[in-house]
């Protein structure tokens, strides 16, 4: 064969898998994108079942509380253990009702009176708990004659003994699991749970369901595995919307329950397909490219390769030698000797294992005990003379298959066999346990058998058989000398024991009720502790030492005014338990409370404790740490007002933003035609000024309730907050002294320059209002801060990583703690009407949170607030702006100007006009279209407003288009939610403008899109 077919062939060769890799690479990557959606999914579906897990548990220890102030000694009033079930009820909103329910299985308590005396129905699942279980979560179930939604969880309340005392049920309402299941998702997403009956129990956000869709196993029986305890993440057809969905089942552990995140397919597709099409088209690029650069390297290597490979393929029949490959090149030599130093490993692998199975061979012939090879089906495999011998059975009956553990077993033992496999199944070994086998000649012999599985067998294993006559024998000798024994001990006791047994039960009856309160309040995470007469700690359990930080030993016998507690606190709670002493009724706390170094939010309920004399002894005081559920209240709460925010901005900035479009644009024409009369024009700039700060606040407002994005990049904060100094020294008042505090050159960012110093004046701005009276310092500082964990600083959420730190300090009045929680709350002020909007703290949170960073607020009350705002530091440097000035450009170009709000389409029509362009009018979609239908070689540029009605621009640019491709098009909006730019790019129109504009910005938008026209031209 010639030199050129061979190039060929290896052109060829090396071409088709190159083509087929990045065919594969395509598929690879569009794979992982998806897995990494799916693993989006799986991450919220995670989330939803921890989070419901918790609830579960949260739950299940506030019954255990209710169920020790239940059997307290002596017992509560119904009235006072009424309060306590009503306080668990209000501390979970989630629960619509809470019962005390009797060992007999009667409601004796409940925050609902309805069920007050009745008997609980016994399910199978109260079943359980009164045959031994510990708690249970029902399924969902609608109860009669009501379409609400609930399910129950229960928690049993047992004795040291394990005697059933009583239960304590909870109701939940699935509807009221918004408020702890709402996580954050995309916009397509949703989350739901599934009860173990595979029903659908809870969706968010809501959806109805028909009662066939409510059944998810029968609908998707993927989900069967999710119930059996595996995670599985899948794609499924909707049964509501015949939709592919992406969708994540993760298991809820000890509930038995799952929770499930899914996506809409045809938008994770979308998304990924977006970024892989110029990812494929640069790999076939750099594989034409590249693929001509490989020939003829291989071939001093493969005689070597060759040699290599018919040495494996001896070594795997078994023939074990050396290779010898001095002459071939240092890497495959290397692997040479690989080759030779595996082959001896095998060969001494060979040798160990010949002699491990001459030692198992003596251990399986000694005749200690009985030995068999078995199967799970019943067979015995081998055996050894020790069990032939106990068994009656011969050699001959071994090799011929008539010996089967199964068939030598009494009926009477066969459950404890199931139970050894079982047990083999599931660990590999299972342990000793006694029964009996049947002899060959018919009689029983008694026998200990242990077993243990093959590893690389899993059906087979071996048994190891012990004779157990004599040790029978020797017990039954045994029971009857203990039995003989005993009678005589009982007769010569009897007396002893009526003494006494008046004495022991009254022990019992004190100690009881205190060993059970010390086992379950050492163990709850709920704070409990005891005060005597003298309101002095005499128990406090561990959880108490935990979230203060001073050990137990150091409060017993101390009150909690020598234990440092702030002096309004303590007060209060001395006041409430000399009234608990005094009244013999519980009374409740709720507030903060400063634990040491902690400060949490807690509800405590003081229990009256009575002794003998019917006297209130002491007081248990139970305590719940609320701190993480308020703080959960607050974020939805304020997660709420910015959508509210969101909702108005949306609203009004289309009309809003068409009115200063109007206002603008006319001062504008004023302005040229006063020419240079100074007085008139000076106010008529005023009126654009203004008109212009009023766009500005518009694209405020609509950034901050994340209506629009504005574009971020690199960006130096050490120039503009310089910058920004030196303007705001000119306009501070003296009394003000200002001081700047660079203290990094890694100050580097990814922002909108105008947004970052809207941040600083906004602040400064605040600042100097707390220092307007007295005067004061204000500080500007700049550093780096490093994130090693999320949570590391206080009052934020940032994820590992290097942030800017830039902070605001001012010497002034300070912010108290309750106006501190609503600083960055829109529309919140403390200024006097007219001299406040609320919206300056408001608007840098939202650019900050935009940004992807974070903002604290510290303030001590006459000493002054710092405010520190975290950015992520950004690897790109940033770029230097040009400055320069532009001149309005005009022309002589015919435009067709489309706007269904006269005041606008007029204004606008004579800025064109002045700018030299021919200008055609059109009030209305529909008559923009009759225009342009008639006359489509008229017009070189179409203007239309989106927002019209009958017809909107969008819809008419796509007519224009469709009769006249590569026709200009600019469209103009105040605001729109149904059209973005990238939308108005890919339908062919060249600019998308926010409305209001100056007569420049227009005037250079229509010259660069008119021009553009004119290079396409050419």
Same mark, same amino acid.
């Given at each position: 064969?010639?030199?050129?077919?061979?190039?060929?062939?290896?052109?060829?060769?090396?071409?088709?898998?190159?083509?087929?890799?990045?065919?594969?690479?395509?598929?690879?990557?569009?794979?992982?994108?998806?897995?990494?959606?799916?693993?989006?999914?799986?991450?919220?579906?995670?989330?939803?079942?921890?989070?419901?897990?918790?609830?579960?548990?949260?739950?299940?220890?506030?019954?255990?509380?209710?169920?020790?102030?239940?059997?307290?000694?002596?017992?509560?009033?119904?009235?006072?253990?009424?309060?306590?079930?009503?306080?668990?009820?209000?501390?979970?909103?989630?629960?619509?009702?809470?019962?005390?329910?009797?060992?007999?299985?009667?409601?004796?308590?409940?925050?609902?009176?309805?069920?007050?005396?009745?008997?609980?129905?016994?399910?199978?699942?109260?079943?359980?708990?009164?045959?031994?279980?510990?708690?249970?979560?029902?399924?969902?179930?609608?109860?009669?004659?009501?379409?609400?939604?609930?399910?129950?969880?229960?928690?049993?309340?047992?004795?040291?003994?394990?005697?059933?005392?009583?239960?304590?049920?909870?109701?939940?309402?699935?509807?009221?699991?918004?408020?702890?299941?709402?996580?954050?998702?995309?916009?397509?997403?949703?989350?739901?749970?599934?009860?173990?009956?595979?029903?659908?129990?809870?969706?968010?956000?809501?959806?109805?369901?028909?009662?066939?869709?409510?059944?998810?196993?029968?609908?998707?029986?993927?989900?069967?595995?999710?119930?059996?305890?595996?995670?599985?993440?899948?794609?499924?057809?909707?049964?509501?919307?015949?939709?592919?969905?992406?969708?994540?089942?993760?298991?809820?552990?000890?509930?038995?329950?799952?929770?499930?995140?899914?996506?809409?397919?045809?938008?994770?597709?979308?998304?990924?397909?977006?970024?892989?099409?110029?990812?494929?088209?640069?790999?076939?690029?750099?594989?034409?490219?590249?693929?001509?650069?490989?020939?003829?390297?291989?071939?001093?290597?493969?005689?070597?390769?060759?040699?290599?490979?018919?040495?494996?393929?001896?070594?795997?029949?078994?023939?074990?030698?050396?290779?010898?490959?001095?002459?071939?090149?240092?890497?495959?030599?290397?692997?040479?000797?690989?080759?030779?130093?595996?082959?001896?490993?095998?060969?001494?692998?060979?040798?160990?294992?010949?002699?491990?199975?001459?030692?198992?061979?003596?251990?399986?012939?000694?005749?200690?005990?009985?030995?068999?090879?078995?199967?799970?089906?019943?067979?015995?495999?081998?055996?050894?003379?020790?069990?032939?011998?106990?068994?009656?059975?011969?050699?001959?009956?071994?090799?011929?298959?008539?010996?089967?553990?199964?068939?030598?077993?009494?009926?009477?033992?066969?459950?404890?066999?199931?139970?050894?496999?079982? !047990? $083999?199944?599931? =660990?590999?070994? @299972?342990? &000793?346990? +006694? /029964?009996?086998?049947?002899?060959?000649?018919?009689? *029983? %012999?008694?026998?200990?058998?242990?077993?243990?599985?093959?590893?690389?067998?899993?059906?087979?294993?071996?048994?190891?058989?012990?004779?157990?006559?004599?040790?029978?024998?020797?017990?039954?000798?045994?029971?009857?000398?203990?039995?003989?024994?005993?009678?005589?001990?009982?007769?010569?006791?009897?007396?002893?024991?009526?003494?006494?047994?008046?004495?022991?039960?009254?022990?019992?009856?004190?100690?009881?009720?205190?060993?059970?309160?010390?086992?379950?309040?050492?163990?709850?995470?709920?704070?409990?502790?005891?005060?005597?007469? !003298? $309101?002095?700690? =005499?128990?406090? @359990?561990? &959880?108490? +030492? /935990?979230?203060?930080?001073?050990?137990?030993?150091? *409060? %017993?016998?101390?009150?909690?005014?020598?234990?440092?507690?702030?002096?309004?606190?303590?007060?209060?709670?001395?006041?409430?338990?000399?009234?608990?002493?005094?009244?013999?009724?519980?009374?409740?706390?709720?507030?903060?409370?400063?634990?040491?170094?902690?400060?949490?939010?807690?509800?405590?309920?003081?229990?009256?404790?009575?002794?003998?004399?019917?006297?209130?002894?002491?007081?248990?005081?139970?305590?719940?740490?609320?701190?993480?559920?308020?703080?959960?209240?607050?974020?939805?709460?304020?997660?709420?007002?910015?959508?509210?925010?969101?909702?108005?901005?949306?609203?009004?900035?289309?009309?809003?933003?068409?009115?200063?479009?109007?206002?603008?644009?006319?001062?504008?024409?004023?302005?040229?035609?006063?020419?240079?009369?100074?007085?008139?024009?000076?106010?008529?700039?005023?009126?654009?000024?203004?008109?212009?700060?009023?766009?500005?606040?518009?694209?405020?407002?609509?950034?901050?309730?994340?209506?629009?994005?504005?574009?971020?990049?690199?960006?130096?904060?050490?120039?503009?907050?310089?910058?920004?100094?030196?303007?705001?020294?000119?306009?501070?008042?003296?009394?003000?002294?200002?001081?700047?505090?660079?203290?990094?050159?890694?100050?580097?960012?990814?922002?909108?320059?105008?947004?970052?110093?809207?941040?600083?004046?906004?602040?400064?701005?605040?600042?100097?209002?707390?220092?307007?009276?007295?005067?004061?310092?204000?500080?500007?500082?700049?550093?780096?801060?490093?994130?090693?964990?999320?949570?590391?600083?206080?009052?934020?959420?940032?994820?590992?990583?290097?942030?800017?730190?830039?902070?605001?300090?001012?010497?002034?009045?300070?912010?108290?703690?309750?106006?501190?929680?609503?600083?960055?709350?829109?529309?919140?002020?403390?200024?006097?009407?007219?001299?406040?909007?609320?919206?300056?703290?408001?608007?840098?949170?939202?650019?900050?949170?935009?940004?992807?960073?974070?903002?604290?607020?510290?303030?001590?009350?006459?000493?002054?607030?710092?405010?520190?705002?975290?950015?992520?530091?950004?690897?790109?440097?940033?770029?230097?702006?040009?400055?320069?000035?532009?001149?309005?450009?005009?022309?002589?170009?015919?435009?067709?100007?489309?706007?269904?709000?006269?005041?606008?389409?007029?204004?606008?029509?004579?800025?064109?006009?002045?700018?030299?362009?021919?200008?055609?009018?059109?009030?209305?979609?529909?008559?923009?279209?009759?225009?342009?239908?008639?006359?489509?070689?008229?017009?070189?540029?179409?203007?239309?407003?989106?927002?019209?009605?009958?017809?909107?621009?969008?819809?008419?640019?796509?007519?224009?288009?469709?009769?006249?491709?590569?026709?200009?098009?600019?469209?103009?909006?105040?605001?729109?939610?149904?059209?973005?730019?990238?939308?108005?790019?890919?339908?062919?129109?060249?600019?998308?403008?926010?409305?209001?504009?100056?007569?420049?910005?227009?005037?250079?938008?229509?010259?660069?899109?008119?021009?553009?026209?004119?290079?396409?031209?050419?």
């Amino acid at each position: 064969m010639g030199i050129r077919k061979r190039i060929f062939l290896i052109l060829l060769v090396v071409f088709i898998p190159l083509v087929l890799l990045e065919v594969f690479t395509f598929y690879r990557s569009y794979d992982d994108r998806k897995k990494a959606e799916m693993q989006a999914n799986l991450e919220i579906a995670r989330t939803v079942s921890k989070t419901f897990h918790a609830f579960i548990e949260d739950v299940l220890h506030t019954q255990l509380a209710i169920g020790l102030a239940a059997t307290a000694h002596p017992a509560p009033s119904p009235t006072s253990l009424r309060h306590v079930l009503s306080e668990a009820e209000k501390v979970n909103p989630m629960l619509s009702s809470v019962t005390w329910v009797s060992a007999e299985g009667v409601n004796l308590v409940s925050t609902n009176p309805a069920v007050v005396n009745r008997r609980i129905a016994i399910t199978d699942e109260f079943a359980g708990i009164l045959s031994g279980e510990e708690r249970l979560v029902t399924d969902v179930y609608s109860p009669p004659h009501t379409e609400e939604r609930i399910f129950t969880i229960a928690r049993a309340i047992r004795n040291r003994k394990g005697e059933l005392l009583g239960i304590v049920s909870a109701v939940v309402d699935v509807n009221k699991l918004d408020r702890l299941l709402a996580v954050q998702r995309s916009k397509d997403a949703g989350i739901s749970l599934i009860d173990t009956r595979g029903i659908h129990a809870y969706r968010y956000p809501r959806t109805a369901y028909t009662p066939q869709q409510l059944n998810w196993l029968k609908l998707y029986p993927v989900m069967k595995d999710s119930l059996m305890g595996q995670e599985v993440v899948t794609t499924i057809v909707s049964g509501a919307t015949g939709k592919k969905r992406v969708v994540a089942f993760v298991p809820i552990p000890s509930v038995g329950w799952v929770a499930a995140a899914s996506r809409a397919e045809d938008e994770v597709v979308a998304d990924i397909m977006s970024t892989l099409r110029p990812q494929a088209l640069l790999m076939l690029l750099v594989i034409l490219a590249a693929f001509g650069t490989a020939l003829g390297l291989s071939r001093p290597v493969v005689g070597a390769i060759v040699r290599l490979r018919d040495h494996a393929d001896a070594v795997g029949r078994g023939e074990i030698g050396r290779i010898e490959a001095e002459s071939a090149p240092g890497e495959l030599k290397k692997l040479a000797d690989s080759f030779n130093e595996m082959t001896e490993k095998i060969r001494v692998r060979e040798q160990a294992l010949q002699e491990s199975e001459a030692r198992q061979r003596r251990l399986f012939d000694s005749g200690i005990v009985g030995v068999t090879y078995f199967t799970l089906d019943g067979r015995i495999i081998d055996a050894n003379a020790t069990f032939l011998d106990m068994t009656g059975y011969s050699l001959d009956d071994l090799k011929e298959g008539r010996i089967r553990w199964d068939r030598m077993t009494p009926r009477e033992y066969r459950d404890l066999d199931e139970l050894a496999v079982k !047990e $083999l199944v599931a =660990t590999g070994v @299972n342990t &000793a346990f +006694e /029964k009996e086998y049947i002899r060959k000649d018919g009689t *029983r %012999i008694p026998v200990i058998i242990g077993a243990a599985m093959f590893d690389k067998l899993p059906r087979e294993g071996v048994a190891f058989v012990l004779d157990n006559t004599e040790r029978k024998r020797a017990e039954g000798e045994l029971y009857k000398s203990r039995d003989e024994l005993e009678l005589r001990v009982q007769e010569r006791t009897r007396a002893l024991l009526e003494a006494n047994e008046r004495l022991v039960r009254e022990v019992e009856r004190r100690t009881k009720a205190e060993r059970e309160f010390q086992t379950l309040s050492e163990n709850s995470p709920i704070i409990i502790a005891r005060f005597s007469r !003298e $309101l002095r700690y =005499t128990y406090a @359990n561990p &959880a108490l +030492e /935990k979230i203060s930080g001073i050990p137990n030993s150091q *409060r %017993i016998g101390r009150t909690i005014e020598e234990l440092g507690y702030q002096k309004e606190i303590v007060e209060k709670i001395k006041k409430l338990l000399k009234g608990v002493f005094l009244n013999g009724q519980e009374e409740s706390f709720e507030g903060e409370v400063q634990f040491g170094p902690k400060r949490a939010y807690v509800a405590t309920t003081f229990v009256p404790e009575f002794g003998d004399d019917h006297e209130v002894k002491s007081v248990l005081a139970v305590t719940h740490d609320l701190t993480e559920q308020r703080r959960l209240e607050q974020q939805l709460r304020q997660s709420q007002k910015m959508e509210a925010v969101g909702t108005l901005a949306g609203g009004i900035a289309h009309d809003f933003n068409n009115m200063l479009a109007v206002i603008l644009g006319n001062a504008e024409l004023a302005l040229d035609d006063l020419g240079g009369n100074d007085g008139p024009s000076g106010n008529i700039k005023q009126i654009i000024k203004a008109s212009k700060r009023a766009r500005d606040l518009t694209k405020q407002i609509l950034t901050f309730s994340r209506k629009t994005e504005r574009g971020r990049n690199p960006l130096r904060l050490t120039p503009l907050i310089k910058e920004t100094f030196n303007m705001l020294r000119g306009t501070l008042p003296s009394t003000i002294g200002m001081n700047l505090d660079i203290r990094t050159e890694s100050d580097t960012v990814l922002a909108d320059p105008s947004q970052v110093q809207q941040i600083i004046v906004n602040l400064a701005t605040n600042a100097a209002d707390a220092m307007r009276i007295n005067g004061g310092v204000l500080t500007f500082s700049l550093s780096v801060a490093n994130v090693s964990q999320q949570g590391q600083i206080p009052g934020t959420e940032l994820s590992p990583g290097s942030y800017v730190k830039l902070s605001v300090q001012d010497t002034g009045t300070g912010i108290s703690q309750e106006i501190r929680n609503r600083v960055f709350e829109p529309f919140f002020t403390t200024k006097e009407p007219g001299k406040g909007t609320g919206m300056g703290l408001a608007t840098v949170y939202g650019i900050v949170k935009n940004h992807d960073g974070d903002i604290t607020v510290e303030s001590t009350s006459g000493k002054g607030t710092t405010f520190s705002v975290f950015l992520p530091l950004a690897k790109a440097e940033a770029v230097t702006e040009r400055e320069g000035r532009v001149e309005i450009p005009g022309g002589k170009e015919h435009i067709l100007l489309v706007d269904d709000e006269p005041a606008v389409l007029q204004m606008t029509s004579r800025i064109f006009k002045g700018l030299g362009y021919e200008v055609t009018t059109a009030p209305g979609g529909p008559d923009a279209w009759k225009l342009f239908e008639a006359h489509p070689d008229k017009y070189d540029l179409v203007i239309t407003d989106q927002v019209m009605p009958h017809l909107t621009g969008m819809g008419l640019a796509r007519k224009i288009l469709r009769l006249r491709q590569g026709t200009p098009v600019i469209l103009f909006t105040g605001y729109s939610e149904t059209v973005a730019p990238e939308d108005a790019k890919a339908a062919g129109i060249r600019e998308f403008v926010m409305k209001p504009i100056t007569k420049e910005e227009a005037a250079q938008t229509i010259r660069r899109v008119l021009d553009s026209k004119d290079r396409e031209g050419e």
